[in-house]
């Protein structure tokens, strides 16, 4: 393989590479498998995903290496827990010396890029210093040459010369400044020996010898030009005519006397460049210095001049004297940074003895650089070396980075550790938690499961024992024997209550509780539920009244049985603990609350409907979110006048003993009563406020209460509603027939009757105009009788609250009087108001010779359209059981009729068939869906079919069918039959002419769980009867097809 050559480069083992190489497979394979925990819920496993990607590395692995089969060998060897831990371990020991040597590689690495960038400025500033010291040089460099072509225009060239020795030394002084390197110039003539004497009469000197001076250290005084030797005889001379007054000591010397000076100026003649001596010290400064000389030829020569020609042509020799110390020491002072470098300038044309020009001689092993110094003489080669004068200081920075990237490796390290066993343990806890889940999931199914069968098994037989007893009350039973029946019917009640409750309180539990969305009339249910509680309201003596906003719909669509559950259990509570006073419900708009200010102000003792003291309701709403501006019930409920929601608000008036304030924190606690006491004297399980927070919560509601003790307690819940059109399509399909028909009935019965209510509490007198205006009736309001009676003038009824008419016997006997007086049959006729039945009594024995008609409270449309058209003659007269529809209705409309029951149960059969043969319809029983569907095979007699849907054959225990299998035989079969009609392969005449074969189907069950009733759908069945049910619920059910049947017929 190409890259495996490369791990060589590296001090690793391979079987460390590999190791690591299977790790890192591992983890990628490994450690995003699962979605651990997530909100508190343990999330499922992916495995289908990295899972493979693993494989899919250990395959290219073993493409790429023949080693794959001991990668896929350690990833078997660490799947297990111990080696896991041990492998952690070791890659953490790992981890922790990799860190240390990357650190100090880290260390290593900045330090050399210090001392690199350490070396670029040196190198910079030495750089710089040598190339200003080469200019300068250059420059004086140039004058000297320029100097030299002034002496052989101006000496040689003129005849006589125009240069003396007191001209040259002046002009020299004058110039000076343009040579500010040098430290004097001199001029030597070429002298042959046979020009000697001549030249030494014409000058007055003689020539003198330089090598004494060379070789003999230079004294402090001034140099005295009589101890020189003459220089002796040779074939030419060079002695010095010229000279600048700083080292006129030097004239008359031979120049070519000097070994040193003699090799300058033979090489400057045949060059015809500056050339350079080597360092020397200068003879009065006894500084380090050099020479500079240049030529003077007799005559310009061409640039490609051989040596010969120049030497023969050479006239005199021109030379520069400079100071290389002071040179140098000018150079640093003009720059800034002279202290922080050492400067040293060598000459070294000889490398193996390098003479220094300037600077001391130390030895440092610290950094240097090395400049190249060019002063025109390529024979002669000169270097500039620096060093920084101060030690480099500690590598703070390299020190704290590298150790502050060990912290970070040592934390990654650590964390990587922590999280391998964090992901071990939550691994581990994962495991632990499927199976525990799976236990719960198992545990949840049983429980649904045992919910089911206990709910069936007890509601079966529950449904036979309600049944008898309805069907015995039909017979002729004494006083003693009815009140048995009653208390048995009761108690029978009590007990499905009390499985209702549960089995709610295990669906919410489960979140299995869902809501219906049905039409449903609001004022009818509230009447339904006053029912359920008059008789004990009445026992009591206590006011019970609802009252109804006109805002508020007729008809809305909601889940009318969850609803009614809610006002149960707040009444049922409320009648529980109010011994005295009254209860009091009302249902208003929220926004209507929020801007009415009759509603909102405060109530006091004369303003409530028995008077007694309550507590202030608006307590009780306080913090619910539809009244904060901010929330969003209340932007949605004013964003838009069009909007199809409705929100109301409906309060459970009481002047019970009240909650302690100890208890209140508990109250929608399942299963938590104030006191243990509770229990034992009003009974109930302590649910059923937990379980009306929750459907309110699923109403998109909020509940509240506030309660005072000894006085009373409010609890005010808020619910979320669909309005929809009385005259709509879905309104008249899905709705009950009756509430229409008795709504229009009674509209038109008392239509344009007007009624005189006397009553000294004003929010009880609206109570009653309100369910008197439901009946079409106009309503005038009275506070006593005095006033009453100035108000008879066309007036149909009279109603006194039993308050008002006791309040003065001998004022109730003269507005008797004044009632009869005329004797007329057509006068108003009077109704007294009472919520006790011994106030019919005393109102019998307390009235003689005329005794008036007494209307039970609570109030319904329904009781007080059949008492008012008992009294006064009106409207349809049969038989009404507590505002109930008249049985003469009843028969009609089942007279006749063809229903098929089938139940497994000998006792349900009965039931169902006695209930419906009450009504007039003719029933056949059958205990087999298999029978059923022969039976209810087209063309059949049957106007509709009752059937259970657990029955042993059906359900699996001969055939493992569904719950519903036979009604989906059915359909199918009426599908199939409607078919070949259509098409004509079946005559309808054999069919008794019915073109579409739909029987409706009702379940009966024991199962009250949500998903029955949606499988009731999904089967094709048209309705839904839970058990136990009385005759009221199977008629309820048969009159929604009957009458749409006859609506369609006509």
């Known amino acids: 393989m190409f890259w495996m050559p490369y791990f060589h480069l590296f001090p690793f083992d391979l079987n460390l590479v590999y190791l690591v190489l299977m790790i890192c497979c591992w983890i990628f394979s490994e450690i995003p498998m699962n979605w651990f925990i997530v909100g508190g819920e343990v999330m499922e496993q992916r495995t289908g995903f990295l899972g493979e990607r693993g494989k899919l590395w250990f395959k290219w692995w073993e493409k790429f290496s023949g080693r794959g089969w001991r990668i896929y060998h350690y990833y078997q060897y660490i799947g297990s827990k111990k080696v896991r831990q041990a492998w952690c371990r070791k890659l953490l020991v790992t ?32 750089d710089e210093r040598a190339r200003m010291l080469q200019d300068q040089f250059n420059v004086s460099m140039n004058h000297v040459q320029a100097l030299s072509i002034l002496v052989s225009t101006f000496h040689h060239g003129k005849n006589p010369s125009a240069i003396d020795q007191m001209t040259f030394a002046r002009y020299t002084e004058r110039t000076a400044f343009e040579r500010p390197l040098t430290s004097g110039v001199a001029y030597a003539v070429k002298v042959l020996h046979s020009e000697r004497d001549q030249f030494e009469k014409q000058q007055g000197w003689t020539i003198k010898k330089m090598d004494i001076q060379e070789q003999s250290p230079v004294r402090e005084d001034e140099y005295a030009t009589e101890t020189q030797e003459i220089s002796p005889v040779q074939e030419e001379y060079a002695p010095v005519i010229f000279a600048q007054d700083t080292i006129a000591h030097v004239v008359s010397l031979d120049m070519l006397s000097g070994k040193e000076d003699r090799e300058n100026v033979l090489r400057a003649r045949a060059s015809g460049k500056g050339v350079l001596t080597a360092p020397f010290r200068l003879l009065k400064s006894k500084r380090l210095g050099v020479i500079l000389t240049f030529a003077v030829y007799k005559s310009e020569l061409p640039s490609n001049a051989t040596p010969k020609e120049r030497i023969q042509a050479t006239d005199g020799y021109l030379g520069g004297v400079f100071d290389i110390e002071s040179l140098v020491e000018k150079l640093l002072h003009q720059l800034a940074s002279k202290q922080t470098i050492i400067v040293n300038v060598y000459d070294t044309t000889n490398l193996s003895t390098p003479i220094s020009m300037y600077g001391s001689n130390v030895t440092d092993n610290g950094i240097y650089h090395v400049s190249s110094l060019n002063f025109g003489d390529p024979f002669r080669k000169h270097e500039m070396h620096c060093r920084f004068k101060q030690k480099p200081p500690l590598p703070f920075l390299e020190i704290t980075t590298s150790f502050g990237v060990l912290v970070i490796a040592l934390l990654l390290g650590y964390i990587f550790y922590a999280t391998m066993n964090r992901i071990a343990k939550v691994e581990d806890d994962y495991r632990e938690m499927m199976k525990l889940k799976k236990r719960a999931e198992a545990a949840d199914v049983a429980k649904s499961q045992f919910l089911a069968t206990v709910s069936h098994e007890i ?139 009759e509603v909102e102000k405060k109530v006091s003792s004369t303003n409530t409907l028995s008077g007694f003291p309550v507590a202030d309701k608006r307590r009780s709403w306080e913090n619910f979110k539809a009244f904060n501006q901010e929330g969003p019930l209340f932007q949605q409920s004013f964003s838009s006048t069009s909007s199809d929601l409705i929100n109301l608000i409906i309060s459970v008036e009481d002047t019970g003993v009240g909650i302690p304030r100890e208890a209140q924190s508990r109250v929608f606690t399942p299963f938590m009563q104030v006191g243990p006491s509770i ?81 000294p509490r004003h929010v009880r007198a609206k109570v009653t105009k309100y369910h008197l205006q439901r009946l079409g009736i106009q309503v005038d309001i009275a506070p006593d009788l005095n006033q009453a009676s100035c108000c008879l003038t066309s007036v149909n009824m009279v109603l006194v609250d039993k308050e008002a008419w006791f309040k003065d016997t001998d004022l109730s006997l003269i507005f008797v009087s004044k009632l009869s007086k005329d004797g007329r049959s057509d006068g108003p006729k009077l109704f007294i108001l009472a919520n006790s039945i011994s106030w019919t009594k005393v109102i019998n024995a307390k009235s003689p010779g005329y005794v008036p008609t007494v209307i039970m409270k609570p109030l319904r ?171 009221e619920q199977l008629y309820r059910e048969l009159t929604r097809f009957f009458k749409l049947a006859a609506t369609k017929s006509e």
């Open 861 to 1031: 449309a329904s009781m007080l359209a059949a008492s008012l058209q008992r009294a006064m003659g009106v409207g349809n007269k049969g038989n009404c059981r507590n505002g109930g529809i008249p049985l003469l209705s009843l028969d009609t409309l089942l007279h006749g009729k063809q229903i098929l029951v089938v139940d497994d149960n000998i006792v349900n059969l009965r039931v169902a068939a006695g209930a419906l043969k009450k009504y007039g319809a003719q029933v056949v029983c059958t205990e087999s869906g298999k029978k059923a569907i022969a039976m209810l095979k087209p063309p059949h007699n049957f106007d509709a079919c009752f059937m259970d849907i657990q029955m042993p054959e059906m359900d699996g225990y001969t055939y493992f069918l569904e719950w519903f299998e036979a009604t989906r035989r059915i359909r199918d079969t009426e599908h199939n039959v409607n078919g070949r009609l259509q098409l004509g392969e079946l005559s309808i005449e054999a069919y008794r002419n019915i073109a579409n074969w739909h029987i409706p189907i009702l379940a009966m069950t024991a199962d009250v769980i949500q998903a029955t009733h949606v499988e009731c759908s999904k089967c094709g069945m048209d309705g839904y009867v839970s058990k136990p049910f009385e005759g």
């Open 679 to 759: 229990s034992r004297i009003h009974g109930g399980t302590g649910i059923g406020l937990s379980i009306s927070k929750c459907l309110v919560g699923l109403m998109n509601g909020e509940i509240g209460f506030v309660s005072e003790p000894q006085i009373g307690s409010t609890f005010t819940f808020t619910a979320v509603f669909t309005s929809v059109s009385t005259d709509s399509i879905e309104y008249k399909n899905q709705h009950q027939p009756q509430i229409t028909n008795q709504s229009e009935l009674v509209s038109s019965e008392f239509k344009g009757m007007t009624a005189l209510v006397v009553d």
């Open 95 to 126: 981890w922790v010396l990799g860190s240390i040597l990357g650190s100090l590689s880290i260390f290593w690495y900045m330090n050399s890029q210090t001392v690199e960038r350490r070396k670029e400025m040196l190198a910079s500033m030495c």
């Open 459 to 597: 509601r079966t037989p529950m449904n036979g024992v309600l049944g008898m007893l309805q069907m015995l009350m039909d017979t002729d039973l004494d006083i003693t024997q009815q009140d048995y029946v009653r208390t048995a019917q009761a108690s029978g009640k009590a007990l499905v209550s009390l499985i209702n409750e549960v089995l709610d309180q295990a669906k919410i539990e489960s979140g299995k509780l869902e809501l219906e969305a049905v039409c449903f009339n609001l004022r009818a249910i509230l009447d339904d539920v006053l029912s359920l509680f008059c008789g004990k309201s009445q026992d009591k003596g206590i006011e019970l009244a609802v009252y109804i906003s006109d805002h508020v719909p007729e008809i809305l669509i909601g889940d009318p049985g969850r609803f009614r559950q809610i006002i149960t259990n707040l009444m049922g509570n409320s009648i529980k603990f109010t011994e005295k006073g009254h209860i009091f419900v009302t249902v208003h708009l929220v926004e209507e609350v929020m801007k009415s200010i």
